[in-house]
């Protein structure tokens, strides 16, 4: 369908929503026109405060008025034809049911949930200078899960050693917890091409029309 792109186009990220309105998950820019050119999902367009859908074929034709009017608004692929704008979220139409949302724990979840941030001093790290720690340490029972492990810096990982907070007079920032949805979204959240994502996370889920 594609034969040839800007790059920053494809390189940008969709939100998806199930048939509900609910977010499930990021995904690429391909992904995302796959699903629309099949009539798999459709896109969810913020417009002065309101959210409007659009099958792929009515996309294309906003896609083209844009192009027109503010061709530097927005990210756009490129087709024989014409130019297509990347929509910011996606709403799926196959789903009848929520589906599993578990979010999986891994290394590049845990640092998102804790924003790259050191639990015990509270300051902002690169990924490179953050180590992971466990609360209540191995060594004392301490299990490998979401409400055990956080980001600790280099400092506070040699300061806590093999003790509890409390023993090395060290106090956790907050409580960890396992996130109810991706923490990546949240990473996301600070751009201003995803500022949409927000406002859709904070409103739309009660104020669009359910079809």
Known sequence: MMTGAYQSGLD??????????MAIRIIGAKRAFSLL???????????EGRYSNYDF??????SQFRRNFEPDGHDWVSTVNLYIEVPRIIRLLFYDRLPRTDVTFNRRNIFARDK???????????????????????????????ENIVCACAACNV??????????????????????RNPLIHVHLGHDRYRSWKQFLDHAYWSVELK
């Open 37 to 47: 050119f099949r009539d798999l999902a459709e896109v969810v367009s913020l417009e």
């Open 116 to 146: 790259n941030k050191c639990q015990y001093c509270g300051k902002h790290f690169p990924t490179s200078e953050l180590s992971l720690d466990h609360v209540i340490p191995r060594t004392q029972g301490g299990k490998t899960t979401w």
């Open 159 to 180: 300061k806590k050693g093999g003790r509890k907070p409390k023993q090395a007079g060290m106090k956790l920032i907050k409580k960890p917890v396992k996130p109810r």
């Open 12 to 21: 940008c990220n969709v939100l998806v929503l199930n048939k509900h309105y």
């Open 57 to 62: 074929q009515s996309w294309c034709e906003v």
